[in-house]
Antibody
Framework: EVQLVESGGTLVKPGGSLRLSCEASGFTFSEYAMNWVRQAPGKGLEWVASISDSSNYIFYADSVKGRFTISRDNAKNSLYLHLNSLRADDTAVYYC?????????????????WGKGTTVTVSS | EIVLTQSPGTLSLSPGERATLSCRASQSVRSNYINWYQQKPGQAPRLLIYGSAKRATGIPDRFSGSGSGTDFTLTISWLEPEDLAVYYCQQYEKSPFTFGQGTKLEIK
């Protein structure tokens, strides 16, 4: 079964740091780009960061650039998000999602597999 | 940054009715880079439509997508009670890969 399982979410004080993990199973992790997407309480989805299959291409939302770092370890089938200088507005459920790339006359990119999420709460 | 604006914010319809959800982009987006996701209460999002009009695996044909340029539409032709959810459009044209703010679909 194709699966993504996030972990590492917890309560942290403003200014603190945290590392989220996402463990992949049921597919060849090293062949896929991956995303982190978050959702603040009662709010919509916000794309956070992307990393290509071999880590050559990395993108961040402006809201986290310079504070968050996405990385992966293909040998461990794992995706990570390092969160630094945390603020109250970083409080959210953080999802990891697989990016499926398809070429069929046109290029298609979409998030076809999602984890259940891990909750980060930033509060004093 | 490409801003996606979804309308309406909330849609309240009865089973059997047709739902039309709109997603408008702040600049032109190639149609193959527009995706739609469904998020039911307490669940992770699920891919519904990719490339603006292609149904994802296992999605019933009641769901369809269309559009081009800056205007895209998700249509649910025959509402079922289980369609209660928030629906998001998302673009993959350029980073940041933004989502719309969502349309909440209520079933009467």
């Amino acid at each position: 079964e194709v699966q993504l399982v996030e972990s590492g979410g917890t309560l942290v004080k403003p200014g603190g740091s945290l590392r989220l993990s996402c463990e992949a199973s049921g597919f060849t992790f090293s062949e896929y780009a991956m995303n982190w997407v978050r959702q603040a309480p009662g709010k919509g989805l916000e794309w956070v960061a992307s990393i290509s299959d071999s880590s050559n291409y990395i993108f961040y939302a402006d809201s986290v650039k310079g504070r968050f770092t996405i990385s992966r370890d293909n040998a461990k089938n794992s995706l990570y998000l390092h969160l630094n200088s945390l603020r109250a507005d970083d409080t959210a459920v953080y999802y990891c999602a697989r990016v499926y790339f398809l070429f069929d006359s046109y290029y298609y990119y979409y998030m076809d597999v999602w984890g259940k999420g891990t909750t980060v709460t930033v509060s004093s | 940054e490409i801003v996606l604006t979804q309308s309406p914010g909330t849609l309240s319809l009865s089973p059997g009715e047709r739902a039309t959800l709109s997603c408008r982009a702040s600049q032109s987006v190639r149609s193959n880079y527009i995706n739609w996701y469904q998020q039911k209460p307490g669940q992770a999002p699920r891919l519904l439509i990719y490339g603006s009009a292609k149904r994802a695996t296992g999605i019933p044909d009641r769901f369809s997508g269309s559009g081009s340029g800056t205007d895209f539409t998700l249509t649910i032709s025959w509402l079922e009670p289980e369609d209660l959810a928030v629906y998001y459009c998302q673009q993959y044209e350029k980073s940041p890969f933004t989502f719309g703010q969502g349309t909440k679909l209520e079933i009467k």
